[in-house]
């Protein structure tokens, strides 16, 4: 794989962020990170800043110094997600818009951001992520699931838009992988779901990242608006 | 932050046009003057051509000193686009660098 490039990755600080940080550096890139929390990664090749991507000053902010020291970005991951798991009936409002503003709205604020430094790039890439609880309808999930399906078909019509730019759009939508992001579902019901799948085991990082890795190849020039998900969902 | 002159930005503002026609056909290109429309009717650029034009003007001021984000939430909903015209491309160039600079 070609090395050097500049990569944005957010919600770099645990789970599968944290896993997509240590890949593309030990690939050789250079990677920009950012995270409520603070990161542990330390390397020359990496840069973090902590920030709330639902925060629009912020990100504006944060963006304006990626511009400043980076000059350009290659990818953006925007991987920075929440879920909310709970019956519809039983969940108050204030968490769906919880779900939503991280999910969807900051992803909107992110990119416009990050589209002006990725229109330099060689290889423009946009990598964004959903869920397979969007193609099985999963119940409890109905707040976290319509955001990624937002992001879905947001990602299609911007991959029309930025075409012209040469900027590719794509998702993954992961299956159940063990990380925080699950904390709170029972163990039965993360089984049925695997049980779902035409492959039925746990995902890890490393599933994602070869998805994310095959977007960003330079030989995905003409793959966009697409979403690819684990284990044969959709 | 430097402040620009109305004749600086006017002539940035042209100067981009006319880097973005080199990538037009011709009987698409913008015309090169300060009162020519640029974006709606009586003019061919689409809204990427638009987009790609703001990100241009947007990067040509950066490289002045002079850090605007012409897609600002403002502009964006005003009544009228101030995308319209060189004229009022300028004015807004102008009134979001004065901004920055305060």
Redesign the interface.
């Known amino acids: 794989m070609k090395s050097g490039r500049q990569i944005f990755v957010s919600g770099c600080s645990r789970g599968l962020g944290l896993a997509l940080v240590e890949h593309y550096l030990a690939a050789g890139d250079f990677v920009i990170g950012c995270s409520r929390s603070e990161c542990s990664v330390t390397s020359e090749r990496f840069a973090h800043f902590q920030v709330d991507v639902t925060d629009s000053a912020a990100v504006s902010q944060m963006f304006r110094e990626v511009k400043q020291r980076f000059g350009h970005l290659d990818a953006l991951l925007n991987n920075a997600g929440t879920a909310a798991m709970s019956p519809f009936a039983l969940q108050p409002a204030a968490a769906a818009k919880k779900v939503f503003d991280l999910n969807v709205h900051a992803v909107f604020g992110m990119t416009g951001q990050a589209l002006r430094l990725l229109r330099s790039s060689k290889h423009p890439r946009i990598v964004n992520f959903s869920t397979v609880a969007v193609p099985y309808r999963l119940e409890g999930e109905a707040a976290y699931s319509a955001s990624k399906a937002a992001i879905e078909q947001w990602s299609r019509v911007l991959a029309h838009e930025l075409g012209g730019m040469g900027i590719t759009v794509n998702m993954v939508g992961p299956s159940p992988i063990r990380t925080e992001l699950l904390r709170g579902i029972s163990e039965e019901a993360l089984r049925k779901l695997i049980d779902r799948q035409a492959i039925r085991k746990w995902a890890t990082p490393q599933d994602v990242i070869n998805v994310v890795d095959f977007f960003l190849r330079p030989e995905s020039d003409m793959i966009t608006g697409q979403v690819l998900y684990l284990g044969g969902a959709g | 932050m430097p402040q620009l002159s109305r004749e600086e930005v006017e002539q940035l503002l042209l100067d981009c046009c006319t880097q973005l026609n080199q990538m037009r056909a011709e009987g698409e290109k913008l015309e090169i003057s300060p009162t020519a429309t640029l974006f709606g009717e009586g003019s061919p650029l689409d809204?990427?051509g638009l987009?790609?034009l703001i990100?241009d003007v947007?990067?040509a001021l950066?490289s002045k000193g002079v850090?605007v984000?012409l897609?600002d939430a403002r502009a964006m909903s005003r009544a009228r686009s101030p995308y319209r015209s060189v004229a009022s491309m300028t004015d807004l160039i102008l009134e979001l660098s004065a901004e920055q600079g305060t």
């Open positions: 809204s990427l987009v790609t990100f947007e990067e950066s850090e984000n897609s």
